[in-house]
Nanobody, 119 residues
Framework: QVQLVESGGGLVQAGGSLRLSCAAS????????MGWYRQAPGKQRELVAG???????KYADSVKGRFTISRDNAKNTVYLQMNSLKPEDTGVYYC?????????????WGQGTQVTVSS
């Protein structure tokens, strides 16, 4: 089994910064793409940023230039540095990873961490 544990969420004023971390543990063979998603109240979960094992990244248009995703493959950890935060960035942030083994692949999700940006 695999576990993803997020940390780093909290309450911050608009214009501030937060850094989220997500550490994977358990029966890990390899992790392909890792990503951060968020879900605001009353809205669908959306992709915020993703990063491949090789380091290629993609971002939602709404966070480009403000957020940076990175990962440490040796630590099975993905990070999200969030700068110039806006109230519309408020939501629960979930970590996702595509885990692979010789016999197949499966996605896993973390439990989520709350990010609240006050105006």
């Amino acid at each position: 089994q695999v576990q993803l544990v997020e940390s780093g969420g909290g309450l911050v004023q608009a214009g501030g910064s937060l850094r989220l971390s997500c550490a994977a543990s358990g029966s890990i063979f390899s992790i392909n793409t890792m990503g951060w998603y968020r879900q605001a109240p009353g809205k669908q979960r959306e992709l915020v940023a993703g990063i491949t094992r090789g380091g290629s990244t993609k971002y939602a248009d709404s966070v480009k230039g403000r957020f940076t995703i990175s990962r440490d493959n040796a630590k099975n950890t993905v990070y999200l540095q969030m700068n110039s935060l806006k109230p519309e960035d408020t939501g629960v942030y979930y970590c996702n990873g595509e885990f692979t083994w010789p016999m197949g692949a499966q996605d896993f999700w973390g439990q989520g961490t709350q990010v609240t940006v006050s105006s």
